[in-house]
């Protein structure tokens, strides 16, 4: 049987990190990783077994090719990566631990896909057949280019019958909450399913999930919900959870808001030990598409998402290096970690 | 004065580890360890300073003499081992953490060891002058020819006035319940102290250790102590008792049964953080083995032993590196792990 | 313009080899390659653009996941690869330096492949459109299931209209001169291309390219060349020569013998340094496959050969890293190493 | 603004571990840090904007000189180092784990401060315009020279006008407690503030924080503060309190006892998690030098000392390369770790 | 005494570079060195104990402060590096080996220097007692703002009374010919030595060392010496010869035309096996200011700065980490490379 | 069949080395080994198959429990090991390429073997069933008790009937010329075969390799080897002689005049590619002490002491870690260096 078709689109970076719990340079070696919030979707429903696509922009040199390397490894179709532009955007990703807050240096600014053309990709094509285009809110803001080529899809996504699920991930070093907001606003015209924390929920979309008390609680995340799906005609909502302990142990769920049916599903809420901090929300994304598309029921569409992102915690890099055994095991409940011979 | 002389009998693996967290394979480089059941308990006894000789077969190439190399770096006495066979057995170990469970993919069949012929070893003349014969259920799950000389070297150690001992150390992956069962049963005839967790003794002498809630509590493991002890004619049982929070964080402990005296003895109950789960209860083995032979009392010996196992948790690799005064410290009481200086 | 589609059958095996110039295990660390005659033709094939199909099988594990995971990362078509087995095939290798010889330890036996049944692949499918088949020695070595396969594919390719060939690359590990002589003879009938050395031209087919002084020379070559393409009834018949300074050092070059034309085609004799001596053959195939789905000129195909073979003695593992426009730099006459900025 | 000056005076040594939780030499890799009690202050006053110089001895070899080199690289003053001596002292430091206490090998006789003169040292000329001299009970415990050194720079830091700190830090392997009373009493005289933990305080002050249940409370602490200002007429003490869980997780905090105000100071009680213990201390030494000098009230400089500490256990090396920012974003009250950005 | 001070003017760039003779990012790891022409003749310089400045304008952020710290290892004097701007460039640079050619690609467009503003630097400050100024034409090939702030360099230079040497460096891929001739050539009436290569004399300069045979010869090289000076009114110049045998060994000398006195003095020519290729020029020119500044006579200056550019090329990174010593020694004649002990 | 005995006396050292060809501390990693003229030697008749007992003294810590891990992992015999002192020497030492020498920083002073009392073996013990002794003359050149105990082992060989060894391994940092001949020279007494290179020998024994040109020639070679003879009353001596072309790439051979025969022998000369310069000469000298052992002929001793060597100028670190049969195959002719599959 043919695996369903994902189309990602969005931007591939260099991450670059030190050994161990040492700090950027302190020692004269790097960990190369490549990553990015879409990236890391598209490689996360290729692991889970779906024809994944994805969509970006790389110039046509070394770290480029390397770049497409690691996509392909993780069996990402990269047959409408536009090979152009100067530069693979670098970032430098510090772990935290305990006290210690994790740091992160972007030198994105003038990479390959922040400096794309409006017309770049054939969206028609590129979209044919698919049943479920992503994106994120970091793709918009780097340049009008990009923001212009996000809209081109989202359109075409619709005309190609595919369902459309946008991660809000506002990123305040790339553009401004008035910016954030009069772009992607109009975007939600023609999304399906919004993901996003309550952060992003409330500068993006100007959707408070405080309640009375100044804090959320089930009432406010679902009159939140409910007010994401009226204004914004989507589908439905994903909000994610995250409370620090420290740098190294974090609170993490989520909540799904579902407009048709008004139903509010609550996540399990899991304490996670950070391996790795980057990628967890991307992870849960890619849960959730696989999950929805996998036409589970909401409740265990969420449990899935939440348990590829639980796992994604533990695992070294951007990507979710995890089978679909390994979540669904989780998801059954098996929290021990045990050992198995 | 000359230490006391022990023979341990078993399979030596190559194991590959991926560095970190990580996953096998994840980049490309693997940390190589030596390690298996019977040759951890080997290694932990020359630690603590006995006459340890080991026992097995490895091939005349070089994988098979970096096995011996690291056998002598650890002061085992390797002049019982046969050079001979194809391969060394390989598996590859993967940490776990947190959600995240351990995995471990065997790639040794076929090994040196599993193609043993039954009359491969004079055992007369190595069991010479032996105070204590140790093997595990992996051994004769390796093949016809281990298991013969299995039961060969139980005999002969008996006829050498050595004491015997047996961890059941069933793998499923190694051969079914019934056959384990059929081969095991029988070698108890020679076997004074067994150890084993509670599914091993269900699964391989078929004598469970629940309570009538289904969880076993102090009554109950005194009953199966006491069947083992009735059925199988052994002096007494060691069970130990792991208790998964994550894989990172274990609870740990022990129970000894002795059959002479009719008495059950409770350890302490250990929270153990795992740098490594594997050799751990191969640690515990050594140590009690140690203490027993160092004819401490039963509370005593099984400190003993769950001290060696603890500390073992916090060593990368399958060979407990740590010495007799490291345990004896945490025996008698210190678990703050200050640094002294 | 879709590129020519080209297949290549053996087995992938993990390599381990330790870091710089150590001896194997000398230090516990190993780094893990994936290789092997056919795949790293396969590879030398994407890297030049071409639709590199591989066709082999893996076990259903971790290892085998990451056989895959490195073949698509090159961009190597896996569609055709078989998932079952027990085991990836491993060997250690250890790079030679000076006068110490490099070493090899082959664990290969009983891996996915060579317990392979012999009806396993359906050739037709897997090599519709194919404009080029090449397979080795090796394949049909590893059990009669392998050259039950093999024999089956060139059939295969001989109906699907594809060029064929077959680099002898005979292991005396795998099996006796006899049996390969009986084996291999009989394939030569669907071959179209004869890949080999010296030695192996003189046990696989029974040609010697000795002249009269016992050594051979241009007339010798010539003759070898004739008796190859008489006797097997092949387009032509590629003859590799290495002479060995050192372990570090080796002369390099090739001889084409072309049967309808009855010319020889001496390539240029290199001097290479050795960072890596394993897949230099195999680059130099997939060198001579593509510059003749090129239609380039018998000379200057050579050329190309020996040039993506010469870059291939500077890469680590088995893989050949290098890009067309590099060989074609080479190719063109630029020795010098200098570096562009 | 030029920056105020400190002068450290004290030991650099190069210090030798193992990679992760490997114990010492396990494997063949040694991470290389230098490192020593005044020195990790010198570099933290560095960090911390200050003018830092550090005194000591280095032998004038490549040894000596990366020494300098990595003082330099944090902005250190060497221009008061003197070269000359045998060698670099080094010690071999193995991080423990939960119930693993770390270990230090001390291989530091001989060393070229430890052979010390005791006219070395210009000191009038290096404390000129200093603000503030440090230096440890270490120093005085290498040797009759380095002790003899120590008064003079107290003597001449008094002349100077700067104000003088002094870290108990009693080293059992140096000296005995008898002979650390024998010299370091008197070098009280010229000393303003001391720093300790309790067990420093006895057994080089002869003064207890014991409480009258043996165990310190809130009313001992003051009365052992009230003890040593008066007997030893210094303007005040700091007393760090170390708990340890394991070696894995402490319980961190410190008091402090200001003389002429009678006042005394309860800090924040911290949970740390190790990634590094050695360090810890000076790093609240530096902390705490640092807000002195800044006029900050004293209970913010005891937080602000507590922090700039309890981020170096995060730290791996002996230095503590945290910023200014970092300490102040900790004090300001924000634990959670969270990633920016 | 007070050595004699120096300043440079240039770019310091992060080098991420793949370990041992891999391609860039074949396996997830980069080294990470600092480097730039300019830096690296600063560090030379200080490495030779010169009072050595180097001016440039790195990034507030942690891989700026990495930068500095590298400098500030090597004893340079980091007081006048402007902070600001938003990325420190980066390059990717694979060594050669053998055939195969060194390959770097640089992402270091918008980087902090190439952004700079004209009126940066407070060029008679940092020139205040200044012996010698040095650049490249690196830095103006950076963009207008670099070029405008080495222009105002160079006159400031000139009122110190500083010497002045540039290296003219021509990089193709910062800018033309054209533009190099147009920005350059003014440039030379404040400098008194010009150091480059045949190459870089003829694109910047217009200046050929050719002879009547096409190929250059010492009455050739005498030509080009007396025009460069005549031309450009310059004091001397030195032109360095590197002929490439391979990515691993080249022939490499220098030749030095004094105006003044109009003598040619010829380098011994050495066979430099390339550890690293890069830095090599820059060591030339360390050595040949420091030389010069010793007031040694021109062959023996001449052959100093080979020497110490003979060492740098078996040196890792873009550092020149030798003695004076060594190169005394090299300069001396043993070139036997044997152990002291 | 027992293997000969053979006993040697020396010093283990910890030697510390950069990765790769970096300079000492350039980054912050050490590769550890431990090596030792003595040790190396008694590693090399281990590897060889002999009963290889070193004798040397090593403290009670984790440094030196390692040291004696490395021996026994190489089968050499530990058992006459003195634990005691307080510390194992140290040597930094940094390999030298092609221009750059390679450099050794001894930190030994002080080490335990150095502050050996002396009485402290029984050496009537250790050498009992002894064939051959062995040891230099670094040991004597330790201090006042090493050089004690070796006079008493020399005693002690000859009276338990070994042949004696000593390589005359002068070094210039731990004592004088005439401090080395005043000790040596009586040595000379109790020694069989004298190992040494030209300059050793006129230092150390006063006997000049010199022929009328100033260099060496065979005449002049006879005639020294006759002088040793006849002087110090010896069987026969080894000269070996190491040309530098450079750090890289050394000419080496070696001569064996025997006294009783009064025949030279001339060693075949060999370019050596130097991996790792320490250790050659030991290699030479195991070699020799095991063909004589084997009572091969002396030209066929002289080989393949030569070709131990040659192999062991390859191999990382200080141990010649090569089979017999490696060393057989090279000394049968194959220098060729060729690959074994």
């Not at 595919?162 to 999304?191: F, G, H």
């Not at 950070?274 to 992870?283: K, S, Y």
Request: with cysteine; hydrophobic share 40%; charged share 20%.
């Amino acid at each position: 049987m043919t695996p369903l078709k994902t189309v990602t689109f969005g931007e591939l970076l260099l991450r670059l990190s030190p050994p161990g719990y040492e700090r950027i340079l302190q020692s004269p070696l790097l960990h190369a990783y490549f990553g990015g919030a879409e990236a890391n979707v598209a490689v996360g429903l290729a692991q889970l077994g779906l024809h994944s696509t994805f969509v970006t922009r790389l110039p046509a040199n070394a770290v480029g090719d390397a770049g497409l390397r690691v996509l392909r490894a993780e069996n990402v179709d990269v047959g409408g990566v536009e090979r152009g532009g100067q530069r693979v955007g670098v970032y430098f990703a510090e772990p935290g631990i305990a006290q210690r807050m994790a740091s992160v240096i972007y030198d994105r600014a003038h990479s390959a896909l922040s400096e794309l053309g409006p017309e770049t990709f054939d969206w028609t094509r590129l979209l044919r057949g698919a049943a479920w285009f992503h994106s994120s809110g970091i793709t918009p803001a780097l340049g009008p280019g990009a923001a212009a080529c996000t809209r081109s899809a989202l359109v075409a996504a619709r005309h190609a019958g595919a369902t459309v699920s946008i991660d809000l991930n506002y990123r305040r070093k790339l553009w401004s909450e008035q910016e954030a907001q009069r772009v992607m606003r109009p975007l939600m015209r023609d999304v399906n399913w919004i993901i996003g924390n309550e952060e992003h929920l409330k500068i993006t979309l100007g959707v408070s999930c405080a309640g009375p008390t100044g804090r959320p609680d089930l009432d406010s995340y679902r009159a939140a919900g409910e007010r994401v799906v009226s204004e914004y005609g989507v589908e439905g909502v994903a909000i994610t959870v995250r409370g620090s302990h420290s740098a190294t142990e974090n609170r993490w769920t989520a909540l799904l808001y579902h407009g048709p049916s008004k139903t509010l599903h609550e996540g399990h809420r899991y304490v996670v030990r950070l391996v790795e901090r980057i990628g967890g929300g991307d992870a849960f994304a890619a849960g959730l598409i696989f999950a929805l598309l996998d036409r589970r029921p909401l409740p265990a569409a969420l449990r899935f998402a939440l348990c590829a992102s639980v796992l994604k915690h533990t695992i070294p890099g951007d990507f979710n290096h995890v089978s679909l055994a390994e979540i669904e095991q989780l998801s059954a409940g098996d929290e021990s970690g045990r050992i198995q011979r």
